[in-house]
Structure formats: structure tokens, C-alpha cells
């Protein structure tokens, strides 16, 4: 029994938080690192913001500015609103949500079942358009007497419960023996606080943060630059701009999952281990067995998080039709990695140069292999590309360049997809200027997808 439910309780915001942690079984076979579980789809609204919920609005309470009568607004994904909305319908307040029109409608349904005002805006805007969800809501604060915007992706208060909660809970639950605390971050709260309490519990302990593929956080954490990100259906994780919640410091390593692969690792949670969980989730617990398998030590552990409840993706995930349409089953799914699949026997997995290789070198590993483009790469980074006929021409012209380095004449690099990245995306990103596509796994290129290479697939030809 939980340390909370010894007593009764004045409300329901009391069974906030000591959630069960819970071994992962037949999902994690023949992996000899544990890795647990902590359920926070078990939370009385259903999420893990049910704990940032009442901590937010305590924390303006307590600096005078939410007072009675008040109106709390916030820009949410769904499940902060129901943290919200469950805290001011116990202490009476107002509460008014604006929340991208990608999510669930059940999410929408159940802000409103909560009494919430909900007002769902585009997902396809860009973050300085007036109808981005999080301007909409600063706007509905701006005109409301009496409002607070809850702020989650630039509240202190929402690292902060999970400092105080979270991170405790787990280093309690797990006797201290936690090694691994996997996450990954939407606003940053969880993996930021729980993350910085057990690493100063133990210096030892290491944070892994899971990114959907379209995010741009991991680029973020790796340049500093805020890149371009691109829709994916995953709610509630990754991001297309920097919140202040979320504390890169406290993160050791980042890892992409594509949509596909955390549905998919989503759907067999439920039907092997029965935790009902959503797509955050599934992110989670792929990144989780990931690591578990790479440590392979009994002694070490690995902790991740289930997000929030699969009641609230029933016409999603668990939709067969909708993951259909969506080509998001595995059996019928085309990827970079199935167009990979599909080139000639015949070539290595990736022809490339460095930057110092001559342009002879370059012409001479076009005619070996019978390529017409390749990669400058230096580093693990793709810093420029060559194509044949350019390149040819420029030889022709001037013989002289064919002793020069490649980096003189090199055109801009090649874009970079994920190996799990659906070909609907490999399409968009190529075209005439862009005639090819470096493949990613695990931070390490393993081939190239050109424009021939998805033309192939598309008419049928072997
Ligand atoms: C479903 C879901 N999973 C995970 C998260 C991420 O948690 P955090 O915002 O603390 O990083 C969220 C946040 O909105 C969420 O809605």
C-alpha cells in the first residue's frame, strides 16, 4: 500500500504522487539490466501533471497572484489541464486551456467534463504566429482580470515538483539502487527535477532523454543552435522551441524515436505487461529497454516513466484503421530503412570523403561504385556533398581542380533523416537542389537515400 492511502484523505489532491514503480517482464526478455516503471498513468487525473497541477497553483497562491474568483489559463497538451482543472475545481477557480488541435478528442472532452473553458487552435503554425497555442493563451491572460498563466514550459514551480515528488519517490522506491533514470521531455519538468534530485543523491546516476524524430531538442543539446523542427504524431514530448523548464545540464544523453516505434512499443506495453499507456510512453520505454540492454548489468537499474493514461488515445493508438492511415503499423510500414533495404547489393552501406581527399579521388570513387553523389563527412558531421555532373563539369573545364581538395568545390551538406524516419518525409526532404538524404541511427550515419532510391520503391522496381 502506498505510504498516502494509510488515512483517508480531505480531497482527491491528496492521492497525488507515490505512484507504484513496477518491473517490466515479458517486454524486457532476455535483457539482464531491470528496468522499472513508474506509474503515473495511476495519478487521480490520469497523468504525471497532476502533480505540477496543484503545485503551480499553490505557488501563485502563495505569491498572491491567483486570489478568489481568479481565472487560470494555460497552454497545454491535455494533460496539464486535467492536472489544472482538477485543482481548481477543488479549490474554485476558473480555468481556461488552449491545446493544438492534433491532440486526442478525448483529452478536449475530458478538460471540458472537468468544467474547463477549452479552445483548440492549429498545430501547423509556426511559434511566433498569434494562434500558437502557447501566444493564445498569454493573449486570453492579457484580456482576463484576475488571470494567471500557468507558464509549465517557463514555470520554476514545475521542476520543481518533480524535485520535491518525484525524484524522492524514486530514489525511495528503488532503495537507492536506481543507475538509470530515463525521460523524455516536453515541457522538461519531470526529467529536470526528478533528474537533478538523483543525481544528487548519486553522482552516479546517469539521465537519458528520449526525443520524438521532429523534435529539435537532441540537435538543440548537441549545437546550441534551435534548429527546424517538423510535425510527428507523438503528444505531450519533444518540442519546436526551448522552454526554460527544461534544464539541458541535467541530461547525459539523448535519443530519437520515431512515431512508429514508440506506438508500436506502446501497444505491446498494454497487451504484455497490461500498464494502458500512451505514445510519450512508448518513447519512454523504448529509449529504457535500449539502455537496459546496452548497460547489460543485474546490478544496475533502469527507471523510466509512464506518462499518462491509454484511455485518452483509444482513437489513436489503439485504433488499428487510424494506425492504418497513418502507416504506422509495422507490417506495412515504408521507411528510410526500407529504402536503404532496397539498394544494390553491390554497395557499401555508406560511400563517403573526408574534406582533404582530392577531387580525382572523388571522380574515381563515383566510377568504382557508380554513384553520382557523395558525402563530405568529418567527424560524424556531413559538412558538405558532391554531385557527378557539376563536379564533372568543373574538371572538364579547368583539369586543375582535380588535384585540389574536395572542400573547395563541395556544394552544402546533405540533409540528415533517422533511419525510422516514414517516407512521406524522405519525399518532402528531396528534390532537384536536394538529390539525396544521409540515414541516421543512434548518432552514426549507415547510408544514403537518394532520389532514385525512392523512385525505385514507389514504381515496384527491384
Ligand atoms: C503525455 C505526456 N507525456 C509526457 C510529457 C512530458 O513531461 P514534461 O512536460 O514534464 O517534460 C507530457 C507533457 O506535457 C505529456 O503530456
Given at each position: 500500500m502506498s505510504p498516502n492511502n494509510l488515512e483517508p484523505l480531505d480531497n482527491i489532491l491528496q492521492a497525488i504522487g507515490w505512484t507504484p514503480l513496477v518491473r517490466l517482464n515479458r517486454i524486457a526478455r532476455g535483457i539482464r539490466t531491470p528496468v522499472y516503471v513508474k506509474a503515473e498513468n495511476l495519478n487521480p487525473g490520469g497523468s504525471v501533471k497532476d502533480r505540477i497541477g496543484v503545485e503551480i497553483i499553490e505557488d501563485a497562491e502563495r505569491k498572491g497572484a491567483l486570489k478568489a474568483g481568479g481565472t487560470v489559463v494555460e497552454a497545454t497538451s491535455g494533460n496539464t489541464g486535467v492536472g489544472l482543472a482538477l485543482a481548481c475545481a477543488i479549490k474554485g477557480y476558473r480555468c481556461v486551456f488552449t491545446i493544438p488541435d492534433k491532440m486526442s478528442t478525448e483529452k478536449v472532452r475530458l478538460l471540458r467534463a472537468l468544467g474547463a473553458e477549452v479552445i483548440v487552435v492549429p498545430t501547423a503554425v509556426a511559434p511566433d504566429h498569434p494562434e500558437y497555442y502557447i501566444n493564445k493563451a498569454r493573449a486570453i491572460v492579457a484580456s482576463t482580470p484576475g488571470a494567471v498563466m500557468a507558464d509549465q514550459h517557463y514555470n520554476p514551480a514545475n521542476p520543481e515538483a518533480h524535485y520535491r515528488t518525484t525524484g524522492p519517490e524514486i530514489w525511495e522506491q528503488t532503495k537507492g539502487r536506481v543507475t538509470h533514470f530515463v525521460c523524455s521531455p516536453g515541457t522538461g519538468g519531470t526529467i529536470s527535477g526528478a533528474g537533478r534530485y538523483l543525481k544528487e543523491k548519486s553522482a552516479e546516476v546517469r539521465v537519458i532523454a528520449g526525443?520524438?524524430?521532429?523534435?529539435?531538442?537532441?540537435?538543440?543539446?548537441?549545437?546550441?543552435?534551435?534548429?527546424?523542427?517538423?510535425?510527428?504524431?507523438?503528444?505531450?514530448?519533444?518540442?519546436?522551441?526551448?522552454?526554460?523548464?527544461?534544464?539541458?545540464?541535467?541530461?547525459?544523453?539523448?535519443?530519437?524515436?520515431?512515431?512508429?516505434?514508440?506506438?508500436?512499443?506502446?501497444?505491446?506495453?498494454?497487451?504484455?505487461?497490461?500498464?494502458?499507456?500512451?505514445?510519450?510512453?512508448?518513447?519512454?520505454?523504448?529509449?529504457?529497454?535500449?539502455?537496459?540492454?546496452?548497460?547489460?548489468?543485474?546490478?544496475?537499474?533502469?527507471?523510466?516513466?509512464?506518462?499518462?493514461?491509454?484511455?485518452?488515445?483509444?482513437?489513436?493508438?489503439?485504433?488499428?484503421?487510424?494506425?492504418?492511415?497513418?502507416?504506422?503499423?509495422?507490417?506495412?510500414?515504408?521507411?528510410?530503412?526500407?529504402?536503404?533495404?532496397?539498394?544494390?547489393?553491390?554497395?557499401?552501406?555508406?560511400?563517403?570523403?573526408?574534406?582533404?581527399?582530392?577531387?580525382?579521388?572523388?571522380?574515381?570513387l563515383m566510377g568504382t561504385y557508380n554513384v553520382s553523389q557523395i558525402p563530405v563527412v568529418e567527424a560524424k558531421e556531413c559538412v558538405g556533398s558532391l554531385s557527378e555532373g557539376p563536379l564533372m563539369a568543373r574538371a572538364l573545364a579547368d583539369a586543375k581542380i582535380l588535384d585540389q581538395p574536395v572542400s573547395d568545390v563541395m556544394q552544402p551538406p546533405f540533409p540528415v533523416i533517422e533511419k525510422g524516419a516514414p517516407l512521406d518525409r524522405v519525399t518532402a526532404l528531396l528534390s532537384r537542389e536536394t538529390p539525396a538524404a544521409l540515414v541516421r541511427e543512434d548518432g552514426t550515419f549507415v547510408g544514403i537515400v537518394t532520389r532514385h532510391d525512392v523512385l525505385r520503391h514507389v514504381a515496384g522496381i527491384k
Open positions: 526525443d520524438p524524430v521532429g523534435s529539435i531538442y537532441t540537435e538543440y543539446a548537441r549545437t546550441h543552435q534551435k534548429g527546424e523542427g517538423f510535425p510527428y504524431k507523438v503528444e505531450g514530448i519533444g518540442g519546436d522551441k526551448i522552454p526554460t523548464s527544461l534544464h539541458f545540464d541535467v541530461i547525459d544523453e539523448w535519443a530519437f524515436v520515431s512515431d512508429a516505434e514508440a506506438f508500436q512499443i506502446a501497444r505491446r506495453l498494454t497487451r504484455e505487461e497490461g500498464l494502458f499507456t500512451g505514445g510519450s510512453t512508448g518513447v519512454n520505454v523504448k529509449v529504457a529497454l535500449d539502455v537496459a540492454r546496452k548497460v547489460d548489468d543485474p546490478e544496475a537499474m533502469v527507471v523510466t516513466i509512464l506518462c499518462d493514461t491509454g484511455e485518452r488515445y483509444l482513437s489513436k493508438l489503439y485504433d488499428d484503421n487510424w494506425m492504418r492511415e497513418n502507416q504506422l503499423l509495422e507490417s506495412e510500414r515504408v521507411t528510410a530503412s526500407t529504402l536503404l533495404s532496397g539498394r544494390r547489393g553491390d554497395l557499401p552501406p555508406l560511400v563517403s570523403l573526408a574534406p582533404g581527399a582530392s577531387v580525382r579521388q572523388a571522380l574515381n
